[in-house]
């Protein structure tokens, strides 16, 4: 069945960064968007991107750009997120979701049918 | 970008009775494709967030037929049949694809009454 395993905890400084994998497994990672989504504690749900792991074109959203980095290992089938300069307010859990099959003219990277089972990093001084 | 807001946020249910949320958009979710670009989520405590609908209507594969999704252009509901024990306690996401950010509702979280 389709799995995406994901890093561990991490715990940060301020001003430092972190590196999340997401590992799939049971389908062709090269076939389907893979999404990013991050949840503060105690809060609802933001997308943060998506990375078309064939050809490693990504999209980030806005608010992310210039801080957020998406890319992708195809040989160890292993999808990351970087997020740079962290802040007190990037402490959350970060997901990886399996988003739509890639067509052609397809209209969007969802829906989110599968999901990591998320990764804490705490931003702290 | 898109704004989602659900109603209500905390929604008091009895078990085998039957339960609604509504979710409005800020701006029209139909493509010209006749598809709204809605999506459904539940999160159970402790959990990763799980599809239940997408496109507005469209079951999951292995979500129960009591839930289901209605709605076009601005206005959507997510309905759940009858409650059963196991609805309960999780928090409903409604999140609109039809433009990037993709945006999410606050979520509503279903309680026993």
């Known amino acids: 069945q389709v799995q995406l395993a994901q890093s561990g905890a991490e715990v940060r400084r301020p001003g430092a960064s972190v590196k999340v994998s997401c590992k799939a497994s049971g389908y062709n990672l090269n076939l389907y968007y893979l999404n990013w989504v991050r949840q503060a504690p105690g809060q609802g749900l933001e997308w943060m991107g998506w990375i078309n792991p064939k050809i490693g074109v990504t999209h980030v959203a806005q608010k992310f750009q210039g801080r957020v980095t998406l890319t992708r290992d195809t040989s160890i089938v292993t999808a990351y997120m970087e997020v740079s300069g962290l802040m007190s307010d990037d402490t959350a859990v970060y997901f990886c979701?399996?988003?739509?099959?890639?067509?052609?003219?397809?209209?969007?990277?969802?829906?989110?049918?599968?999901w990591g089972q998320g990764s804490l990093v705490i931003v702290s001084s | 970008e898109i704004v989602m807001t659900q109603s209500p946020i905390s929604l008091p249910v009895t078990p085998g009775e039957p339960a609604s949320i509504s979710c409005r958009s800020s701006?029209?979710?139909?493509?010209?494709?006749?598809?709204?670009?809605l999506d459904w989520y539940l999160q159970k405590p402790g959990q990763s967030p799980q599809l239940l609908i997408s496109l507005a209507s469209k079951r999951a594969s292995g979500v129960p037929g009591r839930f289901s999704g209605s709605g076009s252009g601005t206005d959507f509901t997510l309905e759940i049949s009858r409650v059963e024990a196991e609805d309960v306690g999780g928090v409903y996401y409604c999140?609109?694809?039809?433009?990037?950010?993709?945006?999410f509702g606050q979520g509503t979280k279903l309680e026993i009454k």
């Open positions: 979701a399996r988003g739509a099959l890639i067509t052609f003219g397809g209209q969007t990277a969802t829906p989110f049918d599968n």
């Open positions: 999140m609109q694809a039809r433009q990037t950010p993709y945006t």
């Open positions: 701006e029209s979710l139909l493509h010209g494709n006749g598809y709204n670009y």
